[in-house]
């Protein structure tokens, strides 16, 4: 659909009536389109933001010049076109497509996860309709549970499409379709599978999409009506990215987070940030503890600042998860007590601007990409590293998106390519990934070579000579030689350099690195999964005393002499700096929940005291 816009802001366009009020409408834009820029609500089912308009469900129906039905979201507007949308007799055309609708599966809306969020039941009630006049044909299909976040209940499906189009359009992962034919036609996963066991990325941009109780989330299901919950926005903590999210509360809980729609990304969101964010079940840490034994905030932090004063040596580790407010607070005070510090990706963040540097002063323009969304405009693209689908799973899907809409993508990967069946050109080189990318900007620069990747080298040359390409580098990325090969090859065909790091928040925060065990270790941990605390942990073991300042139980804390309360990802305030370097909000959403009401706090005190 079209962005909103007022009258006054077109230039050069058509006038039409719409139920006797006039329409100032583009050129090309639909009927559909039109009305709701001016507030004018006609009916429908099937179309969705962002998504190619079908005419699947026949609630758009208006009457064209008094001469023909047409549906809105399929007809463009003309000059002097006169619309009617709201007559009786269109409105009883509707009402049988509903009935029909509710006859073919099972729509009993007191039993649904969806009732009173359900489009098709505001339609039914739209409509007037209390009843049904015809025989249930109810299907009694089994719903797919296979997937561990998205449950799919066919037996609630119109078959409207919006979800196979969002996977196809937004997402460009095509793992939904219909199967069957006629009567029998539904939604399949693949060609047919289970849906866990399917190419579906679980980014649940399907349940944000589906207008009925077909696809939903087990997390979320029967937790709240979207009317009764509060919605805050914040930004995603998961990657760099920085999307940002709906939180929708209720009572004091999350019921739900989906993406906010409008923009490139179609207010899609990935497993991490619509998900795993509500099903992190470690236990929570809500009080202090020292040696094992609670006790009260004022104690853990004089004995913690104890140990920082009289250590000869201290070495910390922060996780970037966390604002730049917060992590400004914790380098300030390491400093002052002339610890070293690790942020997780800084090491490589400054490799990269000190590469830009040099490669500015012999001349050429800054590499850096204005916003990953360049992607999207790419008609040569280069992947170091396809591991994003993974770690970025939103710039993954504007790789596929951009690879669909015919740019030329090629691939290049130390083990897996998790590209391949979108891209022209892939190799899996069985060398580490930094060889690899050595090899192949090194092939290129020499104009082909008998290396096994020579044939990929020649057609990644080829790809960025490109008027618009994109070189993209994964968060496996890290040695400086490869760095260098990668951001030589984008000055030699002047492409643009998408770098997605294993950080979040790419603040330029001072953090040299930990290089030598200390007596005593200070990890900064927040809400850090078990898997990317690997240093933290590495970093705790060297020392004599540690102290973790983290949300939730982990191997981290196990170890830790000294537990401080770290606030959870809803509970945050600040900003964070995305991969395009944009500040972005975080909000808090809930209050917070224990001992701390701020990790500043925690750090101010801890500094006051040691100093």
Not at 422 to 443: K, M, N, Y
Request: net charge negative; glycine share 8%.
């Amino acid at each position: 659909m079209s962005e909103s816009a007022s009258p006054d802001e077109i230039d050069d366009g058509v006038t039409l009536t719409i139920d006797g009020q006039e329409v100032q409408a583009r050129e090309g834009e639909t009927i559909l389109e039109a009305a709701e820029r001016v507030g004018i609500d006609i009916p429908t089912l099937c179309a969705y933001a962002d998504l190619t308009n079908v005419g699947a469900c026949r609630m758009c129906l208006v009457d064209v010049d008094g001469e023909r039905r047409e549906t809105a979201c399929t007809t463009a507007v003309a000059d002097g076109m006169e619309i009617e949308y709201d007559t009786e007799d269109l409105w009883e055309q509707r009402r049988t497509i509903l009935e029909l609708m509710f006859t073919e599966e099972n729509h009993y809306c007191m039993y649904c996860e969806m009732e009173g969020d359900c489009e098709l039941e505001a339609m039914f009630n739209r409509a007037g309709l209390d009843s049904d006049r015809f025989p249930l044909e109810y299907k009694d299909i089994e719903p797919d549970t296979s997937s561990e976040y998205i449950t799919m209940d066919l037996d609630r499906c119109i078959g409207c499409g919006r979800c196979i189009r969002t996977c196809e359009e937004v997402v460009a992962n095509d793992t939904l379709n219909f199967g069957n034919r006629g009567r029998e036609t539904t939604i399949i996963a693949d060609s047919g599978v289970p849906l866990g066991e399917s190419s579906c990325t679980s980014c649940g941009a399907c349940v944000q999409a589906c207008p009925t109780g077909t696809l939903y989330s087990p997390l979320s299901a029967y937790k709240g009506r979207e009317r009764d919950c509060e919605v805050e926005t914040t930004t995603c903590s998961e990657c760099s990215v920085g999307c940002e999210l709906a939180v929708y509360t209720n009572s004091g809980r999350i019921v739900k987070i989906e993406g906010v729609e409008g923009g490139a990304d179609g207010g899609q969101l990935c497993e991490m940030g619509r998900f795993e964010l509500l099903d992190d079940r470690r236990e929570r840490i809500t009080e202090p503890r020292v040696d094992g034994e609670t006790v009260d905030l004022d104690t853990a932090i004089e004995t913690a600042s104890a140990e920082l004063a009289d250590a000869n040596s201290v070495n910390a580790v922060a996780s970037d998860r966390l604002p730049t407010e917060t992590l400004d607070a914790f380098a300030e005070a390491m400093d002052t007590l002339e610890a070293a510090l690790e942020i997780p990706g800084a090491k490589r963040r400054a490799t990269e601007a000190a590469i830009r540097e040099e490669l500015a002063a012999d001349g050429h323009a800054d590499l850096q990409a204005e916003s990953i969304e360049d992607i999207l405009d790419a008609e040569g693209i280069v992947v170091y590293d396809t591991s994003i689908v993974d770690s970025h799973p939103v710039a993954a899907s504007y790789v596929r998106r951009a690879a669909k809409d015919g740019a030329d993508l090629v691939t290049v990967d130390g083990e897996e390519d998790r590209l391949k069946r979108f891209s022209d050109d892939s190799l899996t080189v069985g060398s580490p990934l930094a060889q690899a990318t050595a090899e192949a900007a090194g092939a290129m620069a020499d104009g082909g070579s008998a290396s096994p990747i020579a044939g990929v080298a020649e057609a990644a040359t080829r790809t960025l000579d490109a008027e618009e390409s994109v070189v993209v580098l994964g968060p496996e990325i890290e040695d400086a030689d490869a760095l260098v090969d990668a951001y030589g090859l984008a000055a030699m065909t002047e492409s643009q350099i998408v770098s997605l790091d294993r950080g979040v928040n790419r603040a330029d925060v001072v953090a040299d690195g930990v290089d030598e065990p200390a007596e005593v270790a200070y990890l900064l941990a927040g809400d850090d999964r078990d898997e990317d605390l690997d240093r933290a942990i590495e970093v705790a073991r060297q020392a004599d005393t540690v102290i973790a300042q983290a949300t939730r139980e982990s191997a981290l804390t196990d170890i830790a002499d000294v537990v401080l309360p770290a606030l959870d990802w809803f509970e945050r305030e600040g900003t964070i700096v995305d991969a395009d370097g944009e500040q972005r909000p975080v909000d808090r959403v809930l209050e917070p929940r224990g001992a701390v009401d701020a990790d500043l706090d925690v750090i101010a005190a801890l500094q006051e005291v040691a100093a």
